[in-house]
Each structure stands twice: as C-alpha cells, then as structure tokens.
C-alpha cells in the first residue's frame, strides 16, 4: 500500500527524512544533502527552538516551570519563517526577527524538549513543515520527520553515535562560536533531550521500520556524504 502511494508521487522529486538523536550531525548531513541535490533543506528543530524561545521569553517555561495553558494560546502571535541570508544559508525568524543566533543557546537547548512535548505545538509546526514539503524535492531533520511529518518518505535516515563523541562535537561548536559552557554541561542538555523527546507521549523520537540506520561514530561529514548519495541513487531506482 505504502509502496503504491509513493509510485504515484514518482514524478517528483524525493522527500529525504533524516531523524536521530541529538547532535549526531542531522543538520550537517542535511545541509550538504541538500546542496549536491539542490534541494530545500528545513531544520526543523530550528521551528521548536523558536517556539521555544518565544515561550521563553513570554517567561511561560524555565527549567522547572511550563505553562502549557499559556504557551498552547501564544501559539496565535507566532509567525516562524526561514529566510536566507546574504551567502544563502537559512535562517530562523521569529515574528520577522533575526532569531538563529539565539535558538542555539543553551538556555534554548535547556527549554525546548518541553515545548516540543506539546501536542498543540506539534501541531502547528507539522502543519507548516508538511506544506514546505509538498512538492518534494525537500531534505528535513528532526525527530518525527520519517515517522508523522513525511511518513510516506522515499528515503528516511536514522542517525546516531556515540553519546561522547556527539558531546564532544556539540562542544566543540560551541565552543567555537564564543560560548561559555563546560563538555558536563553539554553532556547533561544531550542526555535529558534524548530522554525527554525519546520518551514523551506526543510524537516521540522512533526509528521506523523503514528507516536506514547511519552511525557516523567514525565517520567524516564527507565520508557519511557519499554513503547517503548512493542511498539517494538507491532511493530513485525504487
Ligand atoms: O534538532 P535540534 O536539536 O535543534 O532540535 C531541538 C529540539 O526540538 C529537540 O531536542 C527536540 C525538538 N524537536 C522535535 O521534537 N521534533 C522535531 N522534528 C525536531 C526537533
């Protein structure tokens, strides 16, 4: 059944599904995918985040504090775009604000698991990845991508690595991008954020079956590249 469907859509281009665990490099592979392919890349984790950050603001979530009443009816006055910016690269805007710098804060980092947690924020979110997707031709990470977003996907990932060496990466870019943070502290956000999205009731993160799993412990950005190309080429025969 499955299969009939997505020979019906042949005529366009594939919709790539890459979901995972936390920084085990989702968006790098997605990006570079989507430039050998000229195709659309969307972070999705990029609209929780700013959802996130819009609550955050709002004071409706901390760490210890979620008032989903309140965020579930601020849903209304967020508008969340992707626009590129001068050397092409997409960027998150919150009601037309420059916000990509800030949703990759830790204190976003720290919040965003229990906004993502909300059904209605799921919700509002999904409605607008599926419609950036509809002609395919569309390469989107996250967590739920594969499995409710783009369930009849043609080429879905699920990606993973070691916890260490993911942590070790994430902090490193960090690192690079002038924030004051400890390896512990970056350990800590990953394994709650795995726990909480891996966990919760609404949408959790799973590897459907028909999903390839890419474990890129020991592999170059260029080297997991190549691997997924020839899945891509795989994914076109089919
Ligand atoms: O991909 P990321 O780490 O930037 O995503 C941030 C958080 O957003 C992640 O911890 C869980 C949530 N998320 C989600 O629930 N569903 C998605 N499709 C993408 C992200």
């Not at 924030?179 to 459907?208: A, H, Y």
């Not at 079956?209 to 076109?236: F, G, M, S």
């Amino acid at each position: 059944m499955r299969r009939d469907m997505r020979r019906v859509e042949r005529d366009k281009e594939l919709t790539i599904a890459i979901d995972g665990w936390s920084s085990c490099g989702k968006s790098t592979l997605a990006k570079a995918l989507a430039k050998e392919l000229n195709f659309i890349y969307v972070d999705s984790g990029a609209m929780y985040r700013g959802a996130a950050l819009h609550a955050m603001r709002k004071n409706l979530v901390s760490r210890n504090h979620v008032d989903i009443n309140r965020i579930i009816a601020s849903l209304a006055d967020i508008k969340i775009t992707f626009k590129q910016n001068s050397k092409g690269k997409a960027e998150l805007y919150l009601n037309e604000e420059n916000v990509e710098k800030e949703i990759r804060s830790i204190e976003v980092s720290n919040s965003v698991s229990s906004v993502a947690r909300i059904k209605e924020v799921r919700l509002f979110l999904v409605k607008q990845q599926r419609i950036m997707g509809i002609n395919g031709g569309v390469v989107m990470d996250g967590r739920d991508i594969g499995s409710i977003v783009f369930p009849l996907a043609e080429l879905k990932l699920f990606m993973t690595a070691d916890p260490d060496v993911r942590a070790q990466r994430r902090y490193e870019e960090l690192k690079a991008k002038g924030d004051e943070i400890t390896l512990e502290e970056v350990k800590e956000n990953l394994k709650l954020r795995d726990e909480m999205d891996s966990t919760r009731e609404e949408s959790p993160l799973i590897q459907t079956d028909d999903a390839i799993v890419l474990d890129n412990t020991n592999l170059t950005p260029q080297e997991q590249l190549i691997k997924t190309l020839e899945l891509v080429k795989k994914a076109r025969k089919t």
